[in-house]
């Protein structure tokens, strides 16, 4: 790579190297200091891409008051499973279409954008659950304004809708209540309001300070009343953003199109978005071709909080990568590049990044109470929960296991997404995780550890827990 950057014959960069006494292969990485004496050697300019040099191509201006307009706020639905989130998505976007533009064909990029009576536009990630969340903001993507909590009201306050409320609480993401499933004969909402106090969410109703709609996405009960109670929020909010610059947007799906190449859907959070702009995301980069809407439009640019398909990349990026556009080819090609070598170097790196004996190391030094967080899956309940239980009796005083999430059935990608975004290990019991899984815990350097012993796990759980005391000494 060095050799064929400097135009030179690789066998001559390997000689060089080797009187500078590194015995190397080919293919063998350098470190960026020896390659820079390398180029010296001959008698090559050294141009080094940095961090800071990214910083700089990458339009990071602050944006004056006077310049900031109001965008729409961006939302995403968490709750527990069968709660009804992919109801209510699909009730919000069904009920604004028959109201809304000619044909009414929608298309799914990932996100979509609803206009309310008052007439206050709102963004939607179609992407409901906090897995996505997470793993948006473990790269560094907070892209959501407000978070919709779904709660049946024939169910209850459920592990997954205490998981929502403490992702939507770490990311300082205000919350609304949506109570759905109110058409039920069973429905009993006040139970719902009650059972959230225990988690520190007191809702309006009940004089908090949190909005709670009462909804049923079957009938369309209280969607309208949810939509205004969102505005709402976001007019609090006061959610503000510069359209006349440099576009910077995040990436919330992206995949290959077999007919279209890589396609990714990005919402724009600063300035707008337009064809021919050239860009870089994540360790991809390109130049827009075109600009696709939720609407299955071609559209000439996107403003800030506005969802497009854009196409034209060179790859594929990842959910979370972060868009900027730059002024040349070069550049573009030049920070792509960079990323790329930096990803490679951290992967070759992290090996296993969350493996439990780092976390014992990485334990916050900074808190009175070490935290061990954990994923679970187990093959049936009732392990889960004795596993859960066992766990929760590891650690004293200075060190506390938290079992951060855990489920029925194998281990899948977004428990990988959390552990990545918790720097928790997967504990498998009696369950392997799937394909997409392994191919993620791989790439994101997360632990997996399997076991059919419930005792077998607990032991190196607290194996750990007693290292993080000892570490922390
Ligand atoms: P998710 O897992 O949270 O996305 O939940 P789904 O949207 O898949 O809904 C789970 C189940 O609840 C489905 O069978 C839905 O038809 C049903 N459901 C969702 N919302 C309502 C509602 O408001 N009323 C009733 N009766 N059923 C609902």
């Known amino acids: 790579e060095l050799a064929n950057r400097m135009a030179e014959r690789s066998a001559d960069v390997v000689k060089a190297l080797m009187k500078m006494g590194m015995m190397v292969s080919m293919n063998q990485p350098i470190d960026a200091d020896t390659a820079e004496l390398v180029i010296e050697e001959f008698g090559h300019k050294t141009v080094r891409v940095s961090d800071s040099d990214v910083e700089q191509v990458i339009?990071?201006?602050?944006?004056?008051?006077?310049?900031?307009?109001?965008?729409?706020?961006?939302?995403?639905?968490?709750?527990?499973?069968?709660?009804?989130?992919t109801s209510l998505l699909d009730a919000i976007r069904k009920a604004n279409v028959v109201s809304?533009?000619?044909?009414?064909?929608?298309?799914?990029?990932?996100?979509?954008?609803?206009?309310?009576?008052?007439?206050?536009?709102?963004?939607?990630?179609?992407?409901?659950?906090?897995?996505?969340?997470?793993?948006?903001?473990?790269?560094?993507?907070?892209?959501?304004?407000?978070?919709?909590?779904?709660?049946?009201a024939d169910d209850a306050v459920m592990p997954q809708t205490v998981e929502a409320i403490n992702h939507a609480?770490?990311?300082?993401?205000?919350?609304?209540?949506?109570?759905?499933?109110?058409?039920?004969?069973?429905?009993?909402?006040?139970?719902?309001?009650?059972?959230?106090?225990?988690?520190?969410?007191?809702?309006?109703?009940?004089?908090?300070?949190?909005?709670?709609?009462?909804?049923?996405?079957?009938?369309?009960?209280?969607?309208?009343?949810?939509?205004?109670?969102?505005?709402?929020?976001a007019e609090i909010l006061e959610l503000k953003a510069n359209p006349d610059r440099s576009a910077q947007g995040a990436v919330i799906e992206a995949q290959l199109d077999i007919g279209r190449g890589p396609v990714a859907t990005v919402l724009v959070q600063h300035g707008t978005l337009r064809r021919g702009d050239i860009f870089v995301v994540g360790e991809q980069w390109g130049k827009v071709r075109a600009l696709i809407n939720d609407k299955g439009e071609r559209v000439e640019e996107a403003g800030p909080s506005v969802p497009v398909e854009v196409l034209g990349l060179n790859g594929t990026p990842e959910a979370g990568d972060v868009l900027n556009v730059v002024e040349t080819e070069a550049q573009a090609r030049e920070i792509a590049e960079f990323r790329n070598q930096q990803a490679k170097d951290k992967r070759a790196a992290a090996g296993a990044a969350t493996t439990l004996e780092q976390l014992m190391a990485k334990a916050k030094a900074d808190e009175n109470v070490a935290e061990l967080p954990v994923i679970l899956k187990a093959d049936v309940q009732g392990s889960a929960e004795a596993i859960v239980q066992a766990l929760e009796k590891v650690g004293n005083d200075e060190v506390r296991v938290r079992v951060l999430h855990y489920g029925v059935g194998a281990i899948t990608e977004s428990d990988i997404g959390l552990a990545e975004a918790s720097q928790a290990p997967v504990m498998g019991f009696n369950v392997r995780a799937n394909a997409p899984a392994r191919n993620s815990a791989n790439q994101k350097g997360v632990e997996i550890r399997y076991y059919s012993v419930i005792y077998d796990l607990v032991d190196d759980i607290k194996a750990a827990a007693s290292g993080l005391l000892s570490a922390e000494v």
């Open 59 to 85: 339009d990071t201006v602050e944006d004056k008051a006077e310049d900031l307009q109001s965008r729409p706020p961006i939302i995403t639905i968490m709750g527990h499973v069968d709660h009804g989130k």
């Open 100 to 152: 809304g533009e000619a044909g009414g064909i929608t298309q799914h990029i990932g996100a979509y954008q609803v206009t309310t009576d008052s007439g206050a536009v709102l963004s939607f990630l179609d992407t409901p659950g906090h897995a996505a969340f997470t793993s948006m903001r473990a790269r560094g993507a907070n892209v959501t304004d407000i978070v919709v909590l779904v709660v049946a």
């Open 169 to 233: 609480k770490a990311a300082g993401v205000p919350m609304i209540v949506a109570i759905n499933k109110v058409d039920k004969p069973e429905a009993d909402p006040d139970k719902v309001r009650s059972a959230l106090l225990h988690h520190e969410v007191i809702v309006e109703k009940l004089s908090g300070d949190v909005q709670d709609v009462e909804v049923s996405a079957k009938t369309g009960l209280g969607l309208d009343e949810l939509l205004e109670a969102i505005a709402l929020q």
